[in-house]
């Protein structure tokens, strides 16, 4: 027999029904109900009234952008970013941060909490200043035919058009102070066109700074590039459609208690809040309680930036990334901070890795940290390491859920939880999880 599906018919992508908002979901978003279907709605907020413009239509829910509010929420506030209406950097400028962090946290306990009967130990959330805590920036860069002119800033919001922007407020005050004159620099090259983006750091040596570009520069812009680094002590990297190439000799690095420094390359994967990574780093030490009797092992490690901490803790610590080039990084921060007792392997995490000689070795405490889709390729084998506690640090609660049920089927429980405010005004979550192993 076949089933025929006809879908419902509320509103239509294009149009603007009415809606009272009753909720907040963790990422922002306020919620509305319209003939029993949900939507998702931009730049709402509970007890408001609004004229949604529908953006997309599903079979069970919808998103929706807020198109005039109609009643306002007595909480709301005003952005403080003048590009917020047009920038996609960030969605929840209009939301009080208390209002921000009770919702995301919200969600992931009651998520959590779902999954035992055993209580779960919420501890306080980790947070930080909500403006100027990001050290990293992408800017777009694309040359306006019609205008003749130069674009210069971030996406808009659900465009690949870009908006100009001379300040942000989440960004370090080093990288805003460097922003006017950055953009009247490549304003000023005489062949535009060939310019793709620029990434921004902010190290703890200095900014590094790398420049996308297609061909070769003129040798007027090369001249002022290489100028204006020199001028301002930036470490700088050009990048063509060939190779990346380091400019400048000093190399960006970050440092974490107690006394490590770690060397990373312009374009690898840090995390962009640095006083949150700093206490993200110390909590698991604690939370993990480690002792000199301890072997603890680090899964989708990246340069070692939870590895070389717990080696200062632990009888031994080793690394397992999947990325070969992000290894060889981590090698040489372990032998630039003499951290003798850690190890590095490549591992691909997508499959078991029973077979690998570094899995026969005896493992009393693990954290992993994957990405977004989580870690449930790895986790039975990771399992069968019998460790008596698991740390989970997580940037999307849909995949910790997930891992989390697979954990407490192969006997562990979920000990305590804390969500780290590590992107305010985003949708973004971080949390970290301990679980232990049942008596």
Avoid at 255 to 276: G, K, M, S, V, Y
Avoid at 278 to 299: C, G, I, K
Avoid at 343 to 364: E, N, V
């Amino acid at each position: 027999m076949v089933l025929l599906y006809t879908p419902q018919k509320t509103a239509k992508s294009g149009s603007m029904p009415v809606a009272e908002i009753f909720a907040l979901d963790y990422q922002g978003l306020g919620i509305a109900k319209i003939d029993g279907k949900i939507w998702f709605v931009e730049n709402a907020l509970p007890t408001e009234k609004v004229q949604l413009r529908v953006i997309e239509e599903k079979r069970r829910h919808g998103f929706a952008a807020s198109h005039r509010i109609l009643r306002a929420s007595e909480v709301r506030q005003a952005p403080k970013c003048r590009y917020f209406e047009q920038c996609g950097g960030c969605q929840g400028q209009h939301i009080p941060i208390e209002m921000q962090r009770r919702s995301k946290q919200q969600a992931l306990v009651q998520q959590l909490t779902e999954l035992q009967t055993e209580p779960i130990e919420v501890m306080p959330m980790i947070c930080g200043e909500p403006w100027q805590y990001r050290r990293r920036l992408r800017l777009s860069i694309m040359y306006n035919a019609k205008s003749q002119s130069l674009d210069i800033g971030l996406r808009r919001k659900n465009s690949t058009q870009i908006v100009n922007i001379q300040q942000c407020e989440v960004i370090v005050p080093e990288l805003n102070l460097l922003l006017p004159e950055l953009t009247a620099l490549l304003r000023s090259f005489s062949a535009p066109r060939l310019l793709g983006h620029i990434e921004l750091v902010a190290a703890d040596n200095g900014i590094a700074m790398l420049l996308r570009h297609h061909k070769n520069l003129a040798p007027k812009d090369r001249t002022l590039l290489l100028d204006f680094a020199r001028e301002r002590g930036i470490m700088l990297f050009v990048q063509d459609d060939r190779q990346l190439s380091r400019i400048t000799e000093a190399n960006p690095l970050y440092r974490l208690p107690p006394a490590l420094e770690l060397n990373f390359d312009i374009r690898d994967f840090i995390q962009i809040n640095a006083e949150l990574n700093r206490r993200m780093v110390s909590t698991a030490l604690d939370w993990l309680d480690l002792n000199q009797s301890d072997n603890v092992l680090d899964l989708f490690c990246g340069m070692g930036n939870f590895t070389l901490p717990l080696g200062r803790r632990a009888k031994s610590a080793i690394g397992i990334e999947g990325v070969e080039a992000m290894v060889e990084k981590a090698r040489i921060n372990a032998e630039q901070n003499q951290c003798e007792n850690v190890k590095f392997y490549r591992t691909d995490l997508d499959k078991s890795f029973d077979d690998q000689p570094w899995a026969a070795c005896r493992f009393d405490k693990i954290l992993l940290d994957p990405p977004r889709s989580g870690a449930a390729f790895a986790l039975k084998a990771l399992c069968r390491l019998q460790a008596r506690r698991i740390l989970y640090v997580s940037c999307n609660p849909a995949t910790l859920v997930r891992d989390a049920a697979l954990l407490l089927e192969a006997g562990y429980i979920i000990r305590r939880t804390a969500m780290i405010d590590m992107f305010p005004h985003t949708g973004h979550l971080e949390s970290m999880t301990l679980f232990v192993k049942k008596e």
